[in-house]
């Protein structure tokens, strides 16, 4: 069983909230010097596939992403936590992506170089946009059926799947013959693991393979979408402070403020 999983470098969303900031006329974020990650629901959707291969004895699991060179880094993660194999393609030719122009070049990798493919999982959503698009839209282009919040993945009989997926009144378990695409949320149970040093030194000597966008010929060579405006939300609040002497003085003072904004 060959599985593919979908990674995105996202600038670190633990960066404090005062220390992001955005250059309005770039549309980007403009921060400097800022840790680049892999995006948390794609480190997680590795770990379930890392789990997968565990639990099959006989797998191959390959990370892909559609990034610039810096995306070298979370594929050398990925190998590092387990991965056999990576590719980068290249999106230096491209401005900002979008949902559909990302999942078409991916849809493009797996259909090309990497295929054939059993298995494709994806994060719920990037740590970047929450957009949740490029899930659902791969599993749209490849032709494969979808499955999304799954935790887990175990082999089934005659070579079906077994998936625990959360839903709104708590969790369901489903077959499912591959191909397949899935989208991975997270739980107790697929926590990505810290991979060892030795592991980290030795990805840090592998060669990640890249491939051109362009080469790929993905069907959608634009996005669909266009970024008008990003800007940070202007905070509008204000804080008083409640003079009194004591205490009794203050509660009755913030009863009367609290009375005379209408809020109790």
């Excluded at 900031?21 to 990650?37: G, S």
């Excluded at 030194?201 to 996005?223: I, W």
């Amino acid at each position: 069983m060959r599985v593919v999983v979908c990674v995105k470098q996202v600038l670190d969303p633990e960066l404090p909230a005062e220390e992001f900031t955005v250059d309005p006329v770039a549309k980007r974020p403009a921060v400097e010097n800022a840790r680049l990650v892999m995006s948390t629901f794609d480190e997680i959707a590795l770990e379930a596939a890392l789990q997968l291969r565990e639990a099959i004895g006989e797998a191959s699991v390959v990370a892909l992403s559609l990034g610039g060179r810096s995306a070298d880094d979370v594929l050398r993660k990925a190998l590092a936590m387990g991965a056999q194999e990576a590719l980068r393609i290249d999106a230096s030719a491209l401005e900002e992506p979008d949902g559909v122009q990302t999942a078409s070049a991916l849809a493009a990798a797996i259909r090309g170089p990497l295929w054939p493919v059993d298995v494709v999982i994806c994060g719920r959503q990037a740590a970047d946009t929450d957009a949740g698009q490029v899930g659902p839209i791969l599993a749209e282009m490849l032709g494969f059926p979808l499955v999304t919040n799954v935790l887990w993945a175990r082999p089934g009989p005659g070579g079906t799947l077994h998936l625990e997926r959360e839903t709104e009144e708590g969790t369901e378990v489903v077959e499912v013959t591959p191909p397949v695409l899935l989208t991975v949320t997270n739980a107790e149970c697929n926590v990505p693991r810290m991979p060892k040093v030795r592991d980290i030194l030795a990805a840090q000597r592998k060669s990640v393979p890249a491939v051109e966008v362009g080469d790929l010929q993905p069907e959608v060579p634009s996005p669909w979408t266009v970024l008008t405006d990003l800007s940070l939300p202007q905070l509008k609040g204000r804080c008083r402070v409640i003079e009194a002497e004591t205490v009794e003085e203050k509660v009755e003072a913030l009863l009367a403020e609290l009375d005379r904004l209408r809020v109790v």
